[in-house]
Protein backbone atom coordinates (compact mmCIF):
# COMPACT_ATOMS: atom_id res chain seq x y z
CA UNK A 1 0.00 0.00 0.00
CA UNK A 2 1.06 3.73 -0.38
CA UNK A 3 0.27 6.92 0.91
CA UNK A 4 0.19 10.08 -1.42
CA UNK A 5 0.18 13.57 -0.24
CA UNK A 6 -0.17 16.70 -2.90
CA UNK A 7 0.81 20.03 -3.04
CA UNK A 8 2.14 23.14 -4.57
CA UNK A 9 -1.55 24.03 -6.08
CA UNK A 10 -2.51 27.77 -5.58
CA UNK A 11 -3.72 30.80 -7.71
CA UNK A 12 -2.17 32.05 -10.63
CA UNK A 13 -2.69 34.12 -13.14
CA UNK A 14 -3.39 33.04 -16.49
CA UNK A 15 -0.09 32.33 -18.58
CA UNK A 16 1.78 31.74 -15.05
CA UNK A 17 3.26 28.35 -14.10
CA UNK A 18 3.01 26.07 -11.10
CA UNK A 19 4.94 22.77 -10.14
CA UNK A 20 2.54 20.31 -8.38
CA UNK A 21 4.30 17.19 -6.06
CA UNK A 22 3.17 14.46 -4.74
CA UNK A 23 5.13 12.83 -1.93
CA UNK A 24 4.26 9.16 -1.45
CA UNK A 25 4.90 6.57 1.46
CA UNK A 26 4.58 3.05 2.52
CA UNK A 27 5.64 0.31 -0.21
CA UNK A 28 8.48 1.11 -2.15
CA UNK A 29 7.55 4.23 -5.06
CA UNK A 30 9.10 2.65 -7.45
CA UNK A 31 6.64 -0.28 -7.25
CA UNK A 32 4.39 1.83 -8.74
CA UNK A 33 3.65 3.51 -12.33
CA UNK A 34 2.02 7.10 -11.62
CA UNK A 35 -0.82 9.81 -12.92
CA UNK A 36 -2.17 12.75 -12.69
CA UNK A 37 -5.90 13.49 -12.91
CA UNK A 38 -7.60 16.27 -12.57
CA UNK A 39 -11.60 17.24 -11.76
CA UNK A 40 -12.84 20.86 -12.20
CA UNK A 41 -16.65 21.56 -10.50
CA UNK A 42 -19.47 19.57 -12.25
CA UNK A 43 -17.37 17.77 -14.28
CA UNK A 44 -15.88 14.05 -14.44
CA UNK A 45 -12.25 13.31 -13.18
CA UNK A 46 -9.87 13.44 -16.12
CA UNK A 47 -6.64 11.94 -17.09
CA UNK A 48 -3.87 14.92 -17.61
CA UNK A 49 -0.72 12.54 -17.52
CA UNK A 50 0.88 9.53 -16.40
CA UNK A 51 4.58 8.03 -16.43
CA UNK A 52 5.80 4.76 -16.00
CA UNK A 53 7.91 3.22 -12.85
CA UNK A 54 11.02 4.46 -14.68
CA UNK A 55 10.30 7.36 -15.53
CA UNK A 56 11.55 6.64 -19.59
CA UNK A 57 7.48 6.59 -20.84
CA UNK A 58 5.52 9.59 -20.15
CA UNK A 59 1.47 9.61 -21.38
CA UNK A 60 -0.54 13.11 -21.84
CA UNK A 61 -4.07 14.02 -22.18
CA UNK A 62 -3.85 16.11 -25.68
CA UNK A 63 -5.12 18.94 -23.97
CA UNK A 64 -1.86 19.30 -22.20
CA UNK A 65 -0.54 20.83 -25.89
CA UNK A 66 2.83 20.78 -24.39
CA UNK A 67 2.59 22.69 -21.78
CA UNK A 68 2.74 20.11 -18.95
CA UNK A 69 5.82 17.61 -17.82
CA UNK A 70 5.17 14.90 -15.62
CA UNK A 71 8.32 13.62 -13.90
CA UNK A 72 9.82 11.50 -11.15
CA UNK A 73 12.35 11.31 -8.72
CA UNK A 74 12.42 7.48 -7.15
CA UNK A 75 15.43 8.34 -4.88
CA UNK A 76 13.13 10.95 -2.89
CA UNK A 77 9.68 9.23 -3.27
CA UNK A 78 8.01 12.09 -5.52
CA UNK A 79 5.84 12.67 -8.57
CA UNK A 80 5.87 15.90 -10.13
CA UNK A 81 3.87 17.87 -12.32
CA UNK A 82 5.13 21.20 -14.16
CA UNK A 83 2.56 23.44 -15.86
CA UNK A 84 3.13 26.22 -17.50
CA UNK A 85 1.19 28.34 -19.58
CA UNK A 86 -1.53 27.98 -17.74
CA UNK A 87 -5.35 28.67 -19.04
CA UNK A 88 -8.48 29.87 -16.67
CA UNK A 89 -9.51 26.31 -18.34
CA UNK A 90 -6.79 24.48 -16.11
CA UNK A 91 -8.62 25.06 -13.04
CA UNK A 92 -9.39 22.05 -11.22
CA UNK A 93 -7.99 19.83 -7.64
CA UNK A 94 -5.74 17.83 -9.39
CA UNK A 95 -4.85 14.46 -8.06
CA UNK A 96 -1.88 11.97 -7.99
CA UNK A 97 -2.98 8.39 -8.50
CA UNK A 98 -1.01 5.12 -8.38
CA UNK A 99 -0.96 1.91 -9.71
CA UNK A 100 1.28 -1.04 -9.40
CA UNK A 101 3.47 -1.00 -12.42
CA UNK A 102 2.23 -2.91 -15.55
CA UNK A 103 4.07 -3.52 -19.11
CA UNK A 104 1.81 -0.77 -20.15
CA UNK A 105 0.85 2.79 -18.46
CA UNK A 106 -2.81 2.75 -18.28
CA UNK A 107 -4.60 6.01 -18.61
CA UNK A 108 -7.58 4.72 -16.92
CA UNK A 109 -8.10 6.36 -13.33
CA UNK A 110 -10.12 2.86 -13.19
CA UNK A 111 -6.94 0.82 -13.00
CA UNK A 112 -5.64 3.29 -10.51
CA UNK A 113 -5.51 1.64 -7.13
CA UNK A 114 -4.29 4.55 -4.90
CA UNK A 115 -5.24 8.53 -4.57
CA UNK A 116 -4.15 11.97 -3.09
CA UNK A 117 -6.27 13.81 -1.43
CA UNK A 118 -5.77 16.47 -4.12
CA UNK A 119 -4.72 20.40 -4.37
CA UNK A 120 -6.34 23.03 -6.19
CA UNK A 121 -5.25 24.92 -9.12
CA UNK A 122 -7.33 27.93 -10.09
CA UNK A 123 -6.03 29.85 -12.62
CA UNK A 124 -7.40 33.83 -13.30
CA UNK A 125 -7.93 35.56 -16.71
Known amino acids: QVQLVESGGGLVQAGGSLRLSCAAS????????MGWFRQAPGKEREFVAA????????YYAGFVGGRFTIDRDNSKNTLYLQMNSLEPEDTAVYYC??????????????????WGQGTQVTVSS
Open 97 to 114: AATLRAAQVTRRPDRFDY
Open 26 to 33: GRTFSSYD
Open 51 to 58: ISWTGSIT
